[in-house]
């Protein structure tokens, strides 16, 4: 029973390791909670160069916050109004369509012998004829993967939470401040300053990148023929902008396989185009919009999209970017500077 014996450090390791235990399997339950407080945190931020913007022209913070926030629901509403009954009729016409492109496909020589051996084609009939076809496959996409009442009630939470930081930003950022010690609280001041600066530079621009994507979608789909399902396209494929790298070739992807239910030239011209529109966007549009927000390598963009895509999802890679952004940011004002100075 001596205080440094075998038996005390064995047992005192033993019970910290299960304490430690414990406290990873109550983070892990609450785990959906943290990704909504995360994401609330994010638009809130994302959200707040905004109400920066109006507080110049010397409106008041919350009086801003409100204008905002109606400005937001307004748009909101006018989507759910106008465009999402149109978007939702178009999927449910790509869904009730689908078997007879396959019908068509099926046609093919190649496809046909490929079908014969590992039936293919049936297989894919089935899984698109299904009834749950289009919340798997488009509510897999959107991030869903929740009942309506579920989807709901989490929309409603991080829009309470999001108005809740958005009108305490200030007071949240002083009360984190004030942890760091008193002879560094100003250069982790500005540090997490520029951060959020940073990272709500990056949340508005995203944001017109994907209008950009989306309205550059409608007008071709409306051109080469997809006029049926221009509008769900280009919800789509904005939506899947907002998400780096995997979500522009999901997008890519799923407009060749509508173009090719047309033609096959259809096919190759939607192809051809979003690889043209894709370099268009990469080289010169989001540069443009995004040179002010992060300044990352692209391939630590590609990395971090990925990496936070495996960990959390669509979440994740929204914001794998950020993140990455402000380990970079810390990396080149700390680290480095500390250890030039050795």
């Known amino acids: 029973m001596l205080r440094h014996s075998p ?3 064995g047992f005192f390791g033993a019970l910290g390791a299960v304490v430690a235990i414990f406290l990873t399997q109550q983070l892990l339950s609450i785990s959906s909670v943290l990704v909504l407080l995360v994401l609330a945190m994010f638009l809130a931020i ?18 801003a916050v409100v204008v905002v926030l109606v400005v937001v629901i307004g748009v909101l509403a006018l989507f759910v109004g106008a465009v999402a009954p149109v978007i939702s009729d178009q999927i449910a016409l790509i869904t009730t369509n689908a078997p007879g492109w396959f019908t068509d496909l099926q046609r093919n020589t190649y496809v046909e012998q490929l079908d014969d051996r590992f039936s293919i084609i049936d297989k894919a009939r089935d899984y698109v004829t ?17 009942a309506v009442l579920s989807a709901l009630t989490n929309t409603f939470i991080v829009l309470v939470l999001m108005i809740y930081f958005l009108a305490s930003l200030p007071s949240i950022k002083h009360a984190g401040y004030s942890l760091a010690p008193a002879s560094k609280r100003p250069r982790v001041s500005e540090l997490g300053d520029r951060i959020i600066r940073s990272t709500g530079a990056y949340v508005s621009g995203a944001f017109l990148v994907s209008i950009c994507a989306g309205i550059s979608t409608l007008i071709f789909t409306m051109i080469v023929g997809l006029g049926d399902y221009s509008f769900a396209l280009a919800f789509i494929v904005g939506l899947l902008s907002l998400v780096p790298v995997v ?10 396989l509508l173009a090719l239910t047309v033609s096959p030239t259809v096919a190759l011209v939607a192809a ?3 690889i043209a529109y ?10 443009r919009i995004m040179k002010k927000a992060v300044d ?9 999209a990925l990496v936070g895509g495996s960990l959390m999802g669509i979440v994740g890679a929204l914001l794998a970017v950020p993140v990455a952004a402000a380990l970079l940011l810390l990396h080149r004002e700390v680290f480095l500077k500390r250890q030039d100075a050795r």
């Open 7 to 9: 038996f005390n450090i």
């Open 46 to 63: 994302g959200l707040n160069p905004v109400v920066e913007w109006f507080m110049r022209r010397g409106v008041r913070r919350g009086l």
């Open 130 to 146: 299904d009834g749950d076809f289009t919340q798997r496959v488009f509510g897999g996409a959107l991030g869903v993967g929740l």
């Open 247 to 256: 979500g522009a070739v999901v997008s890519g992807v799923i407009m060749t």
């Open 272 to 274: 051809i185009y979003y």
């Open 278 to 287: 894709q370099q268009l966007e990469s080289y010169l549009i989001s540069p």
């Open 296 to 304: 990352i390598p692209g391939a630590i963009t590609v990395i971090a």
